[in-house]
């Protein structure tokens, strides 16, 4: 006798309109042991943290974008994030969607004492400065100690090396002004050059820290800077496509670069 496959159960699809609950039973029905969705099944934290960090940017692009449309989906992608690790901790016992949205209404409601309490109201630098030192006091309370604890590791390099910079400078170590790090470019860069192989990369990465230290002290959010980059490059890469008159990979360096000096043309026409 051979084992019968279990019968399919289906389960009762939520009816519009919508609600948050309705977001959390359908997470719990992908995840359901004996019948839920295999892949949802199959995911932990790790393996969902990448998809979280995915869909953050991809809300970044829509703002970029103006797109309102793209904006209401890719929030609603990031929001079943929160509630994919939220699910997940739960079935491990340690804390649920109504425990994570406690913990964020608590420290909102502390961190804000100028609106939910009788601190007197700051302006806009008092209040950046209140809202760091409040941090600094729930680091030190979690037992982060060390001016650089809580800087997470998962930003991205351009960013992380930023949020550094701006905690020592906190305390005092930083350049007077943009001369110090403009400076420091040209030592890595000579640095770079008399390395051996072995540390050339070491280098390159002092080199980035000085740029982004740079820019910091021109006012110039370096991780932006470089996506603007990247979208620039793209544009220009993709108007030498449109306009070669078969693959790119058949011209010469010099036609290449002609094609290059007229993509960077049309891109300051068009006033990008």
């Not at 904006?71 to 929160?82: M, N, W």
Request: overall charge negative.
């Amino acid at each position: 006798m051979t084992d019968e496959p279990s019968p399919a159960v289906d389960f009762p699809a939520p009816a519009p309109p919508y609600r948050i609950d309705d977001l959390v039973q359908i997470m719990r029905d992908l995840r359901d042991p004996v019948h839920g969705c295999d892949w949802d099944r199959a995911q932990d934290f790790a393996s969902i943290a990448p998809y979280t960090i995915e869909e953050a940017y991809e809300v970044a692009d829509a703002i970029e974008r103006k797109d309102m449309a793209a904006l209401r989906d890719e929030l609603g992608d990031l929001l079943l994030q929160s509630v994919y690790h939220a699910q997940m901790a739960d079935e491990a016992g340690a804390f649920d969607l109504n425990d994570v949205i406690a913990a964020i209404c608590t420290k909102m409601i502390r961190r804000h004492p100028h609106v939910y309490g009788d601190a007197p109201m700051r302006d806009a630098a008092a209040q950046i400065g209140a809202w760091e030192a409040q941090k600094a006091a729930e680091r030190t309370a979690g037992g982060e100690m060390g001016v650089l604890a809580g800087v997470a590791l998962g930003l991205p390099a351009l960013l992380r090396a930023e949020k550094l910079q701006k905690r020592a400078a906190r305390v005092g170590f930083d350049w007077p002004d943009a001369m110090g790090p403009r400076a420091k470019i040209d030592e890595e860069l000579a640095e770079i050059a008399a390395a051996d192989d072995a540390h050339k990369a070491d280098e390159i990465g002092d080199l980035l820290f000085s740029v982004v230290n740079w820019a910091r002290h021109l006012g110039i959010d370096a991780e932006a800077a470089l996506r603007g980059a990247n979208d620039r490059f793209v544009a220009r890469f993709t108007y030498m496509e449109n306009v070669a008159d078969g693959a790119l990979d058949t011209y010469t360096p010099n036609e290449l670069e002609a094609f290059w000096v007229a993509a960077k043309a049309a891109q300051s026409a068009a006033g990008s």
